[in-house]
């Protein structure tokens, strides 16, 4: 199983990039493509025809069509993770969380959030990365002890 994080546009490759490398810590396939709903709907099917056994982690914002176009035409989970901004905020995530009846992309904000969804999905059925996903909490948890420890003079 691998992800494939489609984007908008190239304008979203900084921000895509920042899950791309978190799914490469954890050694998991993962692949960056370009594909609009609006502009290039039968290249956004060509994917999805393409990939099995895949979780998609979508970002588009404005008008999210991707997100719901990927989702209503896959069996496979559908992570939609807009690139917010601040001048058009709520319309990019009004836009990402009304989906029609029968689409249901999931919406995570963070984007390396939406990047550890996608290996927990996956992690359903790879015991392996259930053992780093769960080093990787262990490792914040940690954190946040050392840090209650340091402020705590315990």
Do not use: W
């Not at 908008?8 to 978190?22: A, C, P, Q, T």
């Not at 990939?51 to 982690?57: A, F, R, S």
């Not at 990047?115 to 053992?131: D, H, R, T, V």
Request: aromatic share 6%.
């Amino acid at each position: 199983m691998k992800v494939v994080i489609i984007m908008g546009s190239d304008k979203d490759l900084e921000f895509s990039s920042r899950i791309l490398n978190f799914i490469e810590q954890f050694k998991v396939p993962a692949q960056l493509r370009i594909s609009s709903a609006h502009k290039t709907p039968l290249n956004v099917l060509k994917i999805i025809e393409k990939e099995k056994d895949v979780v998609y982690i979508t970002v588009a914002g404005k008008s999210n069509a991707l997100s719901a176009f990927v989702d209503a035409n896959t069996i496979y989970p559908v992570i939609s993770c807009p690139p917010l901004k601040k001048d058009k905020f709520d319309t990019d995530l009004f836009s990402s969380l009304s989906m029609p009846s029968g689409v249901a992309p999931m919406v995570v904000l963070n984007p390396e959030n939406a990047a550890l969804a996608a290996l927990k999905i996956l992690a359903l059925q790879n015991k392996g990365l259930q053992q780093e996903i769960q080093k990787h909490q262990n490792k914040a948890k940690d954190k946040i002890d050392k840090k209650d420890k340091e402020v705590s003079n315990g």
